[in-house]
C-alpha cells in the first residue's frame, strides 16, 4: 500500500511529517527522516488492534 506524506520544515527547526487522509497521524523530528520514522511508528500503533480494508 502506498501511503502520501506531507512534510513541513516548521520555523523552530523542527520537522514534521503527516499522513495524507489520516489526520490524526503526525510526528515530529530533527529531520525529515526522524519525522517520517516517528509517523511509520506512530502509524503502526495505530493500525495495532485495526485494519485498512477497501470499501466499494
Do not use: H
Not at 490524526?24 to 519525522?35: C, F, K
Amino acid at each position: 500500500m502506498t501511503m502520501y506524506v506531507l512534510i513541513e520544515n516548521k520555523p523552530e527547526g523542527k520537522v514534521t511529517a503527516s499522513l495524507i487522509g489520516w489526520p490524526d497521524i503526525t510526528a515530529q523530528g530533527g529531520t525529515e527522516a526522524e519525522a517520517v520514522s516517528a509517523l511509520r511508528r506512530s502509524f503502526s500503533a495505530q493500525l495495532r488492534d485495526a485494519k485498512v480494508i477497501p470499501l466499494p
